[in-house]
């Protein structure tokens, strides 16, 4: 492998003004500009790493800062240094004796964690020149392992545990990649409904997505019960009950509030409530989950889940869909940590995406597991939302539906140059020209 040297590091804060048409509005979440804390990670070589995280707009920049304070950790390591002892290197990103303090592994300083870190694996995998769902999957058992720190987790599943997960599906990953590479991975969609478009457009969207191919539609819910009823009642007609249906409501409610909401739209067979209160509240998930379980309707959740420690007890006690999110906890590390967990516990993963490259990144987690651990896409999808790729030189390809697997080198997350000049807040030319929030 080449051993490059970390020498710089280059944090932009990327905005996209999503708000105007009401694109990714939520219960929740009324007024989304799409955005990203966006990190390029400079060597003494050619090679660069490319990674972010995704914000909503106003505090990115906040992002921004702490990454800046994190790669102080990292600087003038090589490549050889980290990649070879990617555990310990990713617990000193977490664990800095001052920095933790104002984590310690969530909020904004896990953010940046994430964003730095989905930068590095960027870099590993272009320095090897695969994407990396290949690098993972080409991976050793005992080497993926070794990228993980099971600290606080081993209660749940050791590392001789996960490595005999892997070891035991060794047999079928040729074919399993084979299968990838020719069908694809299942997609489902949320772009037909985001809260703030009209009936006509929620409707109108339905129709091209099933044109599409697409067999899964999540919308958003919880803003109001009439409203919800009138939607569901529409989205029905439209795709049918031989396609499924997801409603989200992004934390909206109260437990009993979304026990109760909920019932009232147990006509039409969501096949799961997503975020139903708190993403804090695993208690509450539970209380929710058992009420609504003779209805067949499962809890998802996990996009905003701060770490694995809270995503064991979730997973645990709370989810029957784990959500996990590319950007919102540390990297891909501690996400092999919780794709190990739910193997473990039997809990499929069905990963959110849609902000700005959470799609492009996701793909190579969910692909890897597909191949080398679940090895199964049932109850599993990835969600997909169709806005931002076009900024990406590497964007995802969905074919009929389904993901269908990166090609290039890096992890999909190297914007190109002129979204930049454009978007960069706020010296972008869109945002010199756009009164600025």
Same mark, same amino acid.
């Given at each position: 492998?080449?051993?490059?040297?970390?020498?710089?590091?280059?944090?932009?804060?990327?905005?996209?003004?999503?708000?105007?048409?009401?694109?990714?509005?939520?219960?929740?979440?009324?007024?989304?500009?799409?955005?990203?804390?966006?990190? !390029?990670?400079?060597?003494?070589?050619?090679?660069?790493?490319?990674?972010?995280?995704?914000?909503?707009?106003?505090?990115? /920049?906040?992002?921004?800062?702490?990454?800046?304070?994190?790669?102080?950790?990292?600087?003038?390591?090589?490549?050889?240094?980290?990649? !070879?002892?990617?555990?310990?290197?990713? #617990?000193?990103?977490?664990?800095?004796?001052?920095?933790?303090?104002?984590?310690? /592994?969530?909020?904004?300083?896990?953010?940046?964690?994430?964003?730095?870190?989905?930068?590095?694996?960027?870099?590993?995998?272009?320095?090897?020149?695969?994407?990396?769902?290949?690098?993972?999957?080409?991976?050793?058992?005992?080497?993926?392992?070794?990228?993980?720190?099971?600290?606080?987790?081993?209660?749940?599943?050791?590392?001789?545990?996960?490595?005999?997960?892997?070891?035991?599906?060794?047999?079928?990953?040729?074919?399993?990649?084979?299968?990838? #590479?020719?069908?694809?991975?299942?997609?489902?969609?949320?772009?037909?409904?985001?809260?703030?478009?009209?009936?006509?457009?929620?409707?109108?969207?339905?129709?091209?997505?099933?044109? #599409?191919?697409?067999?899964?539609?999540?919308?958003?819910?919880?803003?109001?019960?009439?409203?919800?009823?009138? #939607?569901?009642?529409?989205?029905?007609?439209?795709?049918?009950?031989?396609?499924?249906?997801?409603?989200?409501?992004?934390?909206?409610?109260?437990?009993?509030?979304?026990?109760?909401?909920?019932?009232?739209?147990?006509?039409?067979?969501?096949?799961?409530?997503?975020?139903? !209160?708190?993403?804090?509240?695993?208690?509450?998930?539970?209380?929710?989950?058992?009420?609504?379980?003779?209805?067949?309707?499962?809890?998802?959740?996990? /996009?905003?889940?701060?770490? =694995?420690?809270?995503?064991?007890?979730?997973?645990?006690?709370?989810?029957?869909?784990?959500?996990?999110?590319?950007?919102?906890?540390?990297?891909?590390?501690?996400?092999?940590?919780?794709?190990?967990?739910?193997?473990?516990?039997?809990?499929?993963?069905?990963?959110?995406?849609?902000?700005?490259?959470?799609?492009?990144?996701?793909?190579?987690?969910?692909?890897?597991?597909?191949?080398?651990?679940?090895?199964?896409?049932?109850? =599993?999808?990835?969600?997909?939302?169709?806005?931002?790729?076009?900024?990406?030189?590497?964007?995802?390809?969905?074919?009929?539906?389904?993901?269908?697997?990166?090609?290039?080198?890096?992890?999909? !997350?190297?914007?190109?140059?002129?979204?930049?000049?454009?978007?960069?807040?706020?010296?972008?030319?869109?945002?010199?020209?756009?009164?600025?929030?």
């Amino acid at each position: 492998m080449i051993d490059a040297k970390i020498i710089d590091i280059e944090v932009q804060d990327i905005r996209f003004p999503t708000s105007l048409q009401h694109h990714g509005s939520d219960a929740m979440h009324t007024d989304p500009d799409y955005s990203c804390a966006y990190v !390029t990670i400079k060597t003494n070589t050619e090679y660069e790493g490319y990674g972010l995280t995704f914000t909503l707009g106003r505090g990115t /920049e906040i992002v921004v800062l702490a990454c800046k304070s994190l790669f102080k950790i990292i600087k003038n390591h090589t490549t050889k240094e980290i990649y !070879t002892n990617f555990a310990s290197v990713w #617990r000193k990103l977490t664990c800095d004796t001052q920095l933790r303090w104002i984590g310690p /592994e969530k909020g904004v300083i896990h953010l940046a964690t994430a964003a730095i870190v989905n930068a590095l694996w960027d870099l590993w995998a272009r320095i090897e020149g695969k994407p990396v769902w290949k690098l993972l999957t080409d991976m050793s058992p005992e080497q993926l392992v070794s990228t993980i720190d099971f600290r606080y987790i081993r209660d749940i599943v050791t590392e001789q545990e996960a490595i005999e997960m892997l070891e035991k599906n060794t047999v079928h990953k040729k074919i399993k990649e084979l299968m990838l #590479r020719e069908n694809g991975f299942p997609a489902y969609t949320t772009q037909v409904g985001w809260l703030g478009y009209s009936d006509q457009q929620v409707e109108d969207l339905c129709k091209s997505f099933l044109d #599409r191919g697409f067999q899964a539609f999540k919308i958003k819910v919880g803003q109001n019960l009439d409203d919800d009823i009138r #939607r569901c009642e529409m989205i029905r007609k439209v795709i049918g009950y031989e396609n499924k249906l997801m409603l989200d409501a992004n934390q909206v409610w109260e437990v009993e509030q979304a026990i109760e909401w909920m019932k009232k739209l147990t006509k039409y067979k969501p096949l799961w409530i997503e975020e139903p !209160t708190s993403p804090d509240d695993i208690f509450g998930h539970s209380q929710i989950k058992d009420a609504l379980k003779n209805y067949n309707i499962g809890i998802a959740s996990g /996009e905003m889940c701060a770490n =694995r420690v809270i995503f064991k007890q979730f997973l645990m006690f709370g989810l029957d869909f784990c959500q996990i999110d590319s950007a919102r906890i540390g990297g891909i590390n501690e996400i092999l940590a919780v794709y190990f967990m739910a193997k473990k516990l039997k809990v499929p993963v069905c990963p959110h995406a849609g902000g700005v490259g959470l799609c492009e990144m996701v793909q190579h987690l969910q692909m890897w597991d597909y191949i080398c651990l679940s090895q199964t896409t049932e109850n =599993r999808m990835i969600e997909y939302v169709d806005q931002q790729h076009e900024h990406f030189e590497n964007s995802v390809h969905v074919r009929n539906a389904y993901y269908m697997p990166p090609l290039s080198s890096g992890y999909s !997350t190297k914007l190109k140059n002129e979204c930049i000049v454009e978007y960069a807040y706020p010296e972008g030319n869109y945002w010199k020209s756009h009164e600025t929030k």
